[in-house]
């Protein structure tokens, strides 16, 4: 089937890619002509597990191509997909430019019946809109359609969600559309659900923004977790093993982050406000995402007192792992109080120093080439991005490297007990914390002990010379 996708950011050159690798001819559209040239020498814009070889083995077999013309794609697909942004204005509502523009431009060169897929995250009755300006600005009288199908990839896991999806939600209201789009879809064995239009886009932020809440949840529960010496690790097993409700989405943390769920969580409440229909749920959800940033902080500050002139070391900028996307990330904003306040920090990510630095989003900050480099001599470590790669570093290391051994880990990714039984001081979300004593945690670090399951940490360590405090 032939297919054009308007728009060519994470969302429409990962569909596209996909698409393209489940035998369709697909031509992705973007009027960055920079970004496109780019694209036909085979550089992917973005950084993607995965993406680059879908990429370069579709290109190879002339399955995907890349244009700067809304024309060309009209005139030779028969399915064309909006995949433009769709940016939070200042008020929470959704700016709905681009797919204005795009409808625009499709309808100035639409000739014959084409199906119109809104892929973006949109309002619910912007497909209505779609359709009228689209009849409005168009002079041939031509016939379409306007489907809605919204998307439910993650980044970091882009292509593996597109080539496997859970479901495929199809909103429309003509039985000739429907049929296109179970084309476009014949070769994925997910279930397909078919809504009209207002459904079909309303589901997409009802289930952002209940994962959403269900990271709130966990975080708001974290919190008296650490009133009551109670574990949210053990708490969230607990609870995620009823399969009612899913042990995914329950991992305490700094709160969620990125370019979907603050925005599309703002983006219904402004939508449930405008209908008169306001849903106070999830003012809260919101409200504990931002105090979940603020109690860690408070934590920082109880342990290290002042954080002036402190050398704080941050492991993790992007919004999560396995991505390079710095927008709307926790951590830098982590990064950001920790400047205010004065702090020295040295960051280090594995994909995003490259875009905090080109963006320039932390003035101030240090940027580290490796881990070990960023915690050299630093008083305070602190995760702040889920990375693997940092449970698996050599602690033994960092301690001999930092100037005082103490770790606040904001994502739960390190194990507690062989961090602490290397001599760290470690803080983490929800967890209990050992009760201080004499030799314990009331000093700078706590006397060295030996971990033996921590890749011979202990056993390195043991070599060295006891330090009772830096
Ligand atoms: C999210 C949704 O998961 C996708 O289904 C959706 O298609 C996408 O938004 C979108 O609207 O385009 P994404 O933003 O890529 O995907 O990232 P997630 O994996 O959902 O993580 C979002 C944030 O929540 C991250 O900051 C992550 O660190 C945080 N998170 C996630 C937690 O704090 N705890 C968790 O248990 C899970």
Not at 152 to 163: I, Q, Y
Not at 358 to 375: F, K, W
């Amino acid at each position: 089937m032939k297919i054009a996708i308007i728009g060519t950011g994470y969302v429409g050159l990962a569909t596209g890619a996909c698409l393209a690798e489940v035998g369709h001819q697909v031509i992705c559209i973007d009027n960055d002509e920079p970004k496109i040239k780019r694209l036909r020498y085979g550089k992917i814009p973005i950084y993607e597990p995965g993406l680059e070889e879908v990429v370069h083995r579709n290109v190879s077999a002339h399955r995907l191509s890349f244009s700067t013309s809304v024309e060309e794609g009209v005139d030779t697909a028969e399915v064309i997909f909006i995949a433009v942004p769709t940016p939070p204005q200042t008020d929470g509502g959704v700016d709905l430019t681009y797919i204005e523009r795009v409808a625009r431009e499709i309808a100035y060169v639409l000739k014959g019946y084409r199906v119109i897929v809104d892929k973006s995250t949109v309002p619910v009755k912007t497909g209505e809109k779609v359709a009228d300006t689209i009849r409005r600005y168009n002079r041939t009288g031509a016939d379409f359609d306007v489907v809605s199908n919204p998307e439910f990839l993650r980044e970091g896991c882009a292509v593996s969600d597109l080539m496997k999806p859970d479901r495929i939600v199809i909103g429309c209201d003509s039985e000739r559309a429907l049929a296109a789009m179970k084309e476009v879809y014949a070769p994925f064995t997910a279930p397909i659900i078919v809504t009209d239009i207002n459904s079909a886009e309303l589901i997409k932020h009802a289930a952002n923004s209940f994962l959403a809440l269900k990271i709130s949840y966990i975080n708001a529960v974290s919190a008296i977790c650490e009133a009551t010496g109670a574990d949210i690790q053990k708490v969230a097993e607990g609870i995620g093993a009823d399969k009612r409700i899913g042990r995914s989405f329950l991992s305490a943390g700094l709160g969620y982050g990125g370019s979907c769920f603050p925005k599309d969580v703002a983006a219904f409440i402004s939508i449930s406000e405008e209908i008169g229909e306001p849903f106070a749920l999830l003012k809260e959800v919101q409200r504990i995402n931002q105090s979940q940033r603020t109690r860690f902080l408070r934590k920082l500050r109880d342990t290290l007192w002042v954080l002036k002139e402190k050398r704080i070391a941050v492991w993790g900028l992007t919004f999560k792992a396995d991505t390079d996307d710095v927008r709307n990330s926790v951590a830098v904003d982590l990064v950001n109080d920790l400047i205010r306040e004065g702090a020295q920090v040295t960051a280090y990510d594995p994909k995003g120093n490259e875009k905090v630095r080109e963006l320039n989003l932390c003035p101030g900050l240090r940027l580290a080439d490796s881990a070990l480099i960023a915690v050299q001599d630093a008083e305070a470590l602190v995760v702040a991005t889920e990375w693997p790669d940092f449970a698996a570093i050599d602690f033994a290391e960092v301690y001999r490297r930092m100037h005082t051994a103490i770790v606040f880990d904001g994502r739960n990714l390190l194990d507690a007990d062989a961090i602490r039984n290397l001599g760290f001081q470690f803080y983490s979300i929800g967890r209990p914390q050992p009760k201080a004593n004499g030799n314990g945690y009331s000093g700078l670090v706590s006397p060295i002990k030996f971990a033996t399951s921590s890749k011979n940490a202990g056993e390195k360590l043991r070599q060295e010379v006891s330090r009772e405090s830096r």
